[in-house]
């Protein structure tokens, strides 16, 4: 199959006549016969910190780049390729690790920034894990911090929901599996406040998140988290606190230290995910 370029006006999901499940139903097709996987039972997406994740599973049983599949965006970040894992758990269980993020502030539209969740339900995953590193309120969450998503708030002003397509979403971010983290490891919760970025908030919009319930400050998550629940799956959402929110703390945000908070976390978040999917999974 050709390959596309998000730039290119003939991407798939870019055609308002398709329908995005077909598209990731083509995907899951693709996956399936990559990875020899003919249903995956759990899907992960691994964002910025939660990386090193997919190797503390199980047994990695295929891998290839995300571009190899249809409707997934090139990586926004060069050199950065994002990578589809097959993973098989030892419970026998098979895992699909998305490590291909695309986000909103790209700016290729809700469709694609969702292609990966509603690929994962087409391959038949019935939890999704949502993770990201984002920017915590609470002055008290040390760079390196894992919370638990309790809930969001989506300021994006954009929904992956088409049409008069109304999805319950009370308990979005699953009790019962906030329950099973809870049990493993106590972990505070937060309220996710998804903005579109690519710029991090202003003070101001960080006191306003605040004043509206928010916890946690990210650009990601809430859009896939609404996909994932109009697909059917349970989701579990867990955020690598590697800043403090602008605002919160006197000196402002450096992506380099955000990164490097990301990196010093990463072994031990890999371990506290290893052992939620062996429970959950
Ligand atoms: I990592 O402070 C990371 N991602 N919006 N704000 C927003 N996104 C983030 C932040 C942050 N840190």
Redesign the pocket.
Known sequence: MSQTHPTDSVHPLDNPGVDPRAIAAEAAAVIADKTGVAQHDIALTLG??WGQAASSIGELIAEFPASEVPGFSKPALEGHTGTIKSIKLPSGRHALIIGARTHFYEGHGVRRVVHSVRTAAATGAKIMVLT????GLNPAWQPGTPVLIRDHINLTAASPLEGATFVDLTDLYSQRLRDVVQGLEPLDEGVYVQ?R?PH??TPAEVKMAGIIGGDI???STALEAIAAREAGMEILGLS?I??P??GISPTP?NHEE?IAA?KAAETRLAALLARIVKEIA
Not at 132 to 135: C, I, V
């Open positions: 910025s910190g990201n590193g984002a920017g903005f970025g991090y908030e400050v990210g650009m690598l590697t800043n929110a602008a945000l955000v990301g």
